[in-house]
């Protein structure tokens, strides 16, 4: 059975809209980021945020803007990573974590917490690390101290370039249970237009979990257009330190 029969819908003109569908600029945008030597650190970071607040922060072209729901296409889904900071992510600008897993199995800098950023970079099982075990949070509870995350390389109705929607531990099981529902009417995450809201949750302390739906399926054309967009993702980003 076809993506179109088994949506059963025409797509709407919302897509249409996108800036990655809309300009011609759209389709040279991947090579354009290769050329410049653009790394996924260099990107806009989109993230829930704390506290439980219901609005996320996007950097727009005159500054921070609050949306209540985000409306993007995904491009890239890259699950498994992991990041440990020495200081908290808050101080550290948006830089690189000290050390951090794309596969989720194996991590790899410097995790000496004591030793500072002059000691040696390894590698070691993630399983293994004392950072990576339960309630070994600095901030105390029952938590892990070494983040676990899932990453959407995503395209808004404002920009040609993707941001970075980085999803929390908390938020993983709502994202995989949006991606196996596509799955089963034959979607994938890059042939519909999603829509993310947050959701205030109790706990240790109150935190926003986020919410996913289909707002609408791409047409053909624009299947076909982030089929290759995704790929080229893929090959920038999927496995980028």
Not at 42 to 57: I, N, Q, R, S, W
Not at 81 to 90: K, L
Not at 138 to 163: M, N, Q
Request: glycine share 12%; proline share 3%.
């Amino acid at each position: 059975m076809s993506k179109k029969q088994n949506t059963g819908e025409v797509a709407t003109t919302l897509s249409s809209s996108f800036p990655l569908f809309a300009s011609e600029k759209g389709g040279r945008i991947m090579s354009t980021l290769k050329e410049m030597g653009v790394q996924k650190f260099d990107l806009d970071k989109v993230a829930a945020p704390a506290g439980g607040a219901l609005a996320f922060e996007v950097e727009g072209l005159d500054g921070l803007e609050y949306e209540k729901e985000l409306t993007v296409v995904v491009g890239l889904m890259v699950g498994g990573q992991r990041a440990w900071y020495r200081d908290s992510f808050e101080d550290t600008g948006g830089a690189a974590p000290d050390c951090a897993s794309t596969n989720g199995s194996t991590g790899f800098g410097n995790r000496d917490a004591e030793g500072g950023e002059d000691s040696p970079k390894t590698e070691m099982e993630c399983k293994l690390c004392p950072y990576n075990q339960w309630e070994s949070s600095r901030s105390g509870g029952s938590g892990r101290d070494c983040s676990e995350k899932a990453l959407l390389y995503a395209f808004t109705k404002d920009s040609l370039i993707p941001v970075v929607l980085q999803v929390s531990a908390t938020s993983l099981k709502p994202l995989k249970r949006y991606a196996l529902k596509l799955l089963g009417f034959g979607l994938e995450l890059h042939d519909v237009v999603t829509g993310i809201t947050l959701e205030k949750k109790a706990g240790r302390v109150e935190h926003s979990v986020m919410a996913f739906r289909r707002v609408e399926s791409l047409s053909p054309e624009h299947q076909v257009t982030m089929g290759a967009v995704s790929n080229d993702l893929a090959n920038a980003f999927a496995g980028a330190q």
